[in-house]
C-alpha cells in the first residue's frame, strides 16, 4: 500500500511519497547520507484513494516522514531584466536557487 503525506518545511507544503526525490531549502547542518525526520506532517492518506485521508488540526500528532539526504542541487537559472524607457538603461541578472535534494524513506502515521 503506498501512503502519501504532506509535510511542512520552512513554510513550505510538500505532498511526497515513499521513493520520490525532492529538493527542499538549503541546509546547511545536512550531511549527504544523513537522516532527515519532518514530524511537521499536515496529512496522510492513501495514493489509490481507498482509505480515508488523516488530516491534521494543524498537524498529526504521532506522524513522521523519513528522508535520506542526497546531497545539494540547483535549481533553474532565472533571468531578471531591469529596463527603463527614454534612458537607454538596460540590466539583466541571474539568479539560481540552492536546494536540499533528499529521498523520502518511509511514512508512519
Known amino acids: 500500500m503506498t501512503m502519501y503525506a504532506i509535510i511542512e ?3 513550505t507544503q510538500i505532498k511526497v511519497q515513499q ?4 529538493d527542499i531549502d ?11 525526520i519532518f514530524d511537521k506532517v499536515l496529512a496522510v492518506g492513501d495514493a489509490a484513494g481507498t482509505s480515508a485521508a488523516k488530516i491534521g488540526l494543524p498537524y498529526l500528532v ?3 516522514v523519513t528522508a535520506k539526504v542526497l546531497g545539494e542541487a540547483d535549481g ?3 533571468l531578471v531584466g531591469k ?3 527614454r534612458k537607454g538603461y538596460r540590466k539583466t541578472i541571474g539568479h539560481r536557487q540552492h536546494y536540499t535534494r533528499i529521498e523520502v524513506l518511509a511514512i508512519t502515521a
Open 76 to 78: 533553474p537559472k532565472v
Open 9 to 11: 518545511d520552512s513554510g
Open 26 to 36: 538549503l541546509r546547511d547542518d545536512a550531511e549527504d547520507g544523513s537522516t532527515l
Open 19 to 22: 521513493g520520490d526525490l525532492i
Open 62 to 64: 504521532g506522524a513522521t
Open 83 to 85: 529596463y527603463k524607457r
